[in-house]
């Protein structure tokens, strides 16, 4: 099926999300979290796609928040549920097994923020702007932040940016460990696809396997997550990926990875 509020692009072994709705700065409404989830449940099926990069349509913003429309109209009964389907699709992300990169030009807010949040890196435009502003709305963030931000930033910092609503430029957001990189906007998407490029270079089910460790073990105590990473650890050993990369080293050549 054709995506309305979004572009899908594959370049193997890279794929590209455009969150399409320039009218509303890429707001991310509920018919955009399903084709959201449609197009990453698509691109983790698919072989080919090692590495994605997330981004907004034009220079003015990433994704500018949830609907506000779709907000105004939430009353409590449906508040929950709201919250919870947006939470669903960012967890999807998240935990996809392949690097997702959102790709931040301007504006990165609410839901928006939320959205890169959920990546596993974040490459901001030297004109990128992060922020919660959801309590200026009289709400609070609801699809992940409350919890993701002060996982990255720490409590205090994170807490600040939530009570507040007060937003980041992209070098603030780089000190607090919000983004890992910034760049001139005209070299966000070359420099994004570089990096996807050198992290699609090494074998797929290793990379799978570091995601999983590092997923599962961030918040368990450390000698728990030290048994996940070790059982994460024996799924790569004896795999044809690890024949094959030991293989490549002794005959000094590129390579050739098959997944397996």
């Not at 669903?88 to 839901?111: F, S």
């Not at 000190?175 to 696809?193: F, I, K, S, Y």
């Not at 990473?229 to 030991?246: I, N, S």
Request: proline share 4%; charged share 25%.
């Amino acid at each position: 099926m054709a995506y309305v509020n979004l572009y899908l692009e594959k370049r193997s072994p890279l794929a590209v999300v455009t969150l399409n709705r320039p009218q509303v700065l890429n707001a991310v409404d509920m018919e955009t979290l399903d084709e959201l989830d449609r197009a990453f449940g698509e691109l983790a099926m698919d072989a080919a796609v090692r590495v994605i990069l997330l981004r907004g349509t034009g220079e003015r913003a990433f994704a500018a928040g949830a609907d506000i429309k779709e907000l105004a109209a939430l009353k409590s009964g449906d508040g929950q549920a709201f919250a919870l389907r947006g939470q669903a699709v960012l967890r999807c992300i998240e935990t996809l097994g392949k690097p997702v990169i959102a790709c931040i030009r301007g504006y990165a807010l609410g839901g928006g923020c939320e959205l890169a949040m959920a990546c596993t890196l974040r490459l901001a435009a030297e004109d990128a702007q992060l922020g919660q502003p959801e309590v200026k709305l009289g709400l609070m963030a609801g699809y992940g932040g409350t919890q993701r931000l002060p996982r990255l930033v720490g409590r205090g910092a994170g807490l600040k940016m939530l009570l507040t609503g007060a937003t980041v430029g992209a070098a603030e957001a780089l000190r607090l460990g919000l983004v890992d990189e910034v760049v001139p906007p005209e070299r966000l998407m070359e420099r994004a696809e570089a990096l996807a490029r050198e992290i699609a270079a090494n074998a797929p089910l290793a990379i799978k396997e570091t995601l999983l460790a590092v997923n599962e073990g961030i918040d368990l105590p450390l000698d728990l997550a030290l048994l996940r990473e070790a059982m994460r650890f024996g799924h790569v050993c004896g795999t044809a990926d690890q024949a094959e990369g030991a293989a490549a080293f002794l005959e000094k050549r590129a390579p050739v990875w098959k997944g397996q």
